[in-house]
């Protein structure tokens, strides 16, 4: 099942983070985990214990942030405070942030609002903390830095 509505790529993002997290946590291939989710976790929406999601986004998520992990992790650790540095964050909170930066820095065609408008609304489902904030931020400066121009702010030669 695909497709590119919103209910169904918000779906794909949320499963990305967790996929995300299951890699960082677990011996198994990135080939592995996106085979697992495709196969025994995404169905249906009447299909009991099954999830839609937009399929082909979700793969591109997952294997777009394992592409890009140095980039992506390197992106972060400009952007975080000194005392948190990437490797110091809960494991959901650093899939989060990852998958997000994949989406600011490899996808001009998802608008950069979006992105952190979406990420923002996956951290509040995680966390009631002061996470969503620190999410929002962080994508904030990114995506102004990456997309300075779809922000109206001038472009750095």
Known sequence: MS???PKLRRQARMSAV?????????E????QVVFEFLNHRFGFEDEEGMVAADEKFFEALVNGVVQFQDEIDRRLDEQLPEKWPLRRLDTTLRALLRSAVFEI????DVPGLVVIDEYVGIANDFFEGKEPGMVNAVLDRIAKSVRAAEFGLPTVS
Not at 28 to 31: A, E, G, I, P, R
Not at 105 to 108: A, H, S, T, V
Request: glycine fraction near 4%; charge should be positive; avoid cysteine.
């Open 3 to 5: 497709g590119a509505t």
């Open 18 to 26: 967790q996929a995300l997290y299951q890699l960082d946590l677990t």
């Open 28 to 31: 198994l291939t990135t080939k």
């Open 105 to 108: 820095i490899q996808r001009p």
